[in-house]
């Protein structure tokens, strides 16, 4: 079975500082995808970020990168310059390239304060 | 519309009722999910449609719970004889056969009284 541990449920940053979500995974699978969305308070769950599992290089969509090491199943989300538009809750999602579901993680809810 | 299309946005209904709740996929998709999100909890798996195979269940709670799709179109997803315990949003997303991304609608509140 596919775990996804988020283990931070609650963090903050100050507007313009840079901050990092932590998500750790479990899987005997090769071929894969990891994900970060977001969920701001409107419900609507948005991707942030993707990662696929054979590129060894960081993902990274302009103020978002991620830090993935596959051999420690790690795969943290870097958020710089931080905007109060960034303040929702961020899901770490796992898929397997031919599964039929996307294993999330318990969320972090972050804060940006102005 | 571009997006996935949940209807109705919310849903206020007696203990005891029948619900249904509809999901309109994005145009060509061939996955479609359905999600249950508990108030401050994540997501948890409900069932997965691909395409005309069989769907996978393995997520639905208890036989109250049913949701159908007819080839790639619409799904809807039904509660019956509904619990407070059901109370929470359901989401629907859909995505393409080599699940490179699932795209989320904005969810049904289901609040059961």
């Known amino acids: 079975a596919q775990t996804v541990t988020q283990s931070q449920p609650e963090m903050s940053v100050q507007e313009a500082e840079t901050v990092t979500l932590s998500c750790t995974y479990d899987?005997?699978?090769?071929?894969?995808?990891l994900f970060w969305y977001k969920q701001p308070p409107s419900r609507q769950m948005i991707l942030v970020i993707r990662q696929e599992a054979y590129k060894q290089q960081n993902a990274t969509e302009n103020r978002f990168s991620v830090n993935f090491q596959k051999a420690a199943k790690s795969f943290s989300l870097k958020i710089s310059d931080s905007q109060l538009g960034d303040t929702a809750m961020y899901f770490c999602?796992?898929?397997?390239?031919?599964?039929?579901?996307?294993?999330f993680g318990t969320g972090t809810s972050l804060t940006v304060i102005p | 519309g571009a997006g996935v299309s949940q209807s109705p946005s919310n849903k206020v209904t007696e203990k005891g009722k029948d619900v249904e709740l509809r999901c309109d996929p994005i145009s060509g998709h061939t996955a479609l999910y359905w999600y249950r999100q508990r108030l401050g909890q994540g997501l948890e798996f409900l069932i997965y449609?691909?395409?005309?195979?069989?769907?996978?269940k393995s997520g639905l709670p208890s036989d109250r719970f049913s949701a159908e799709r007819t080839g790639e179109s619409v799904s809807t997803l039904t509660i019956q004889r509904t619990q407070q315990e059901d109370s929470a949003v359901y989401l629907c997303?859909?995505?393409?056969?080599?699940?490179?991304?699932?795209?989320f609608g904005q969810g049904t509140r289901l609040t059961v009284v």
């Open positions: 999602a796992f898929v397997k390239r031919t599964g039929n579901q996307f294993y």
């Open positions: 899987t005997s699978e090769n071929n894969y995808y």
């Open positions: 449609f691909q395409g005309n195979s069989a769907p996978d």
């Open positions: 997303a859909s995505g393409d056969r080599g699940n490179t991304e699932a795209f």
